[in-house]
């Protein structure tokens, strides 16, 4: 159990010396709280994995620090960090039972024999695998062999963190549901740290209380799911979080207002002080845009095409050449090509070569 | 779904069938005949039943004790060099390099033994391990150790078992090597965060999942080992005495020295039927070590 610091982490495959650009983590510089449960969510090579296994020691850093409650265990390697560590595809020791499958870490550090069927028995019976103990781990399905993979880690009772990268890749979906449910079930009660590692949005926003969403090396924001949702801090937090994504459109911003293609938009804060040259860019998520029938004073866009989803509706239109999506309110039936868009000007965010700026009441 | 009959198909399997009855079946049938018969040379042959089978497997006959002596031979040389390569073949595995140039000249390295033909191996070993001229020999003399292929049966097994192990384990670290490296990097991290020793991985990891390149490896040396014929020959010509005769050597010796057809019609059908015999049990014994895997295995 412990408190994680990365103060100033940063690693490239190609040595210290390599442009920083190459990093594939850029320096990054944060807390993770014990008994947390963290997701690190982001596309294929945003870094996610490479972070993780600095964690864990499989990888040691070009640059910085990590500290467990307070300590740096930088140096030290994987053995001696007290992590845990389930990977992508289960790994299981093909000789042994499930039972002995369980006992192997605590074998290979010296634990009295006693003391080793207590624990497998406590792990075992907390993950389900009771039934199993005595079965050839080979023999049984890719859920309950990450079951094993995790109760590897449980079993130790000093253990720090547990990490895992993509754990669920390999699972049925409808076994997916239970053993992610089963994964906060025991977050809840053994107040351990998670790390989860996953490049689906879904699982990310269902296990954890922070989000950590990392792009291009870098960690654009961490916050709760909430926030997440809310106000992304980076256009990618908000494209890459959401179904349909967040729609971000190239704009003019003066004061309180936005001019997309040269129509106005109110914003509900004041934006005085942009940064002369930036690329400004106004996003807002397609739940708080609502289609309407044209009308002056409303953004007019094209539709293409509405995508029903079941409980709700979203119409795909394109303003000039910008796509767009936006909600079509419940009992409004569209006719015609065009409509005008209703914003909600609390949810409209305004970025800046990117990132979010924060406006002035 | 319909099946169409098509009897026309017939005539495209029909070469494969004619190849194979002309390089397969007629020769084989050749033997089965020739072994129920004996010669006296001058083309005339005499029917002999199962006489020459029953000689075979009686020690007491001067055929079924040549047979048998050869036959144990080969059996303990198959058993020594697969103690030996086996063995060998999986540390040498172990302590390759797993990436970067350095894979390329192990690679090349560990292949050149397997490139050269058997009885030039013979001539190499041969000349190296004469005592006037060969660099093996002469050092162990001037050593002060008596060694001397042609006229100590100790030598010669020595030499004989040493020039297999040279000739043949890289075939077997090849394979460990292949084995070796189809482990995902993820068992090794998993060990590592385990607190696994480096033997435990060894034997948690490593070698279940060679298992199935190690019966292969030693499939492929047990029956090369137990056909051998060239390199003894070139070496020791099967001495001193009958010390180094294996039973390819007997057969040989049978059928073209004595030109006993019938006696070694005999002895090459039993023979043949052995090899049979461990293939098939081999064969058993992977398809099952495969059926315990279950069907889904992943991406791995």
Known sequence: MARIDLVDLAHSYGGNDAAPESFALKPVTMTWRQGGAYALLGPSG?????????????VTPSRGQILFDGADITPLSTQKRNIA????????????????????????????KAEIDARVKQIANLLDLTPHLDRKATRLTADAKQKISLGRGLVRSDVAAILFDEPLTVIDPELKWQLRSKLKALHRDLDLTMIYVTHDQTEALTFADTVVVMHDGRVVQSGTPAELFDKPAHTFVGYFIGSPGMNIVPAEVTGREARISGHPIALNRSYDSLPPGAKIEVGVRPEFVDVAAPAPGLLSANIERIDDLGRVRFARVRIGDAKFAARVPPGFSVSGETAGLVF?????????????????? | MDKTINQKAWFLVLPVFL????????????????SMQDTFGNNQFFWNGVGWFKELLDPSTDLGGRFLASLGRNLLFSAIILAIEVPLGIVVALSMPRDGWSVAACLVILALPLLIPWNVVGTIWQIFGRPDIGLLGYTL???????????????????????????????VALLCY?????????????AQIDGASRWAVFTAIQLPKMNRVLLIAVLLRFMDSFMIYTEP?????????????????ELVKIALGQFDLGKAAALSLVYNLIILIVCWVFYTVMTNAGAERPVKQGAE
């Open chain 1, 46 to 58: 945003c870094g996610k994995t490479t972070l993780l296994n600095l964690i864990s020691g499989i």
């Open chain 1, 85 to 112: 560590q389930v990977f992508q595809f289960p790994v299981i020791y093909d000789t042994m039972t499930v039972g002995q499958n369980l006992a192997f870490p605590l074998k290979n550090r010296g634990v009295p």
């Open chain 1, 344 to 361: 909600n000007p609390s949810h409209v965010h305004v970025y800046a070569d990117s990132r979010l700026v924060e406006g002035t009441a």
């Open chain 2, 19 to 34: 190849v194979v009855a002309f390089s397969a079946i007629l020769p084989l049938m050749t033997v089965v005949n020739y």
């Open chain 2, 141 to 171: 003399n001037s050593l002060g150790i008596n060694y001397n292929y042609v006229s100590n049966e100790f030598d010669a097994w020595a030499t004989v078992i040493v020039m297999d192990v040279w000739h043949w384990t890289s075939l």
């Open chain 2, 178 to 190: 292949a084995g070796l490296k189809s482990i995902p990097d993820a068992y090794y991290q998993a």
């Open chain 2, 233 to 249: 020959f070139v070496v020791t010509g099967g001495g001193p005495g009958n010390s180094t005769t294996f039973v390819s050597i």
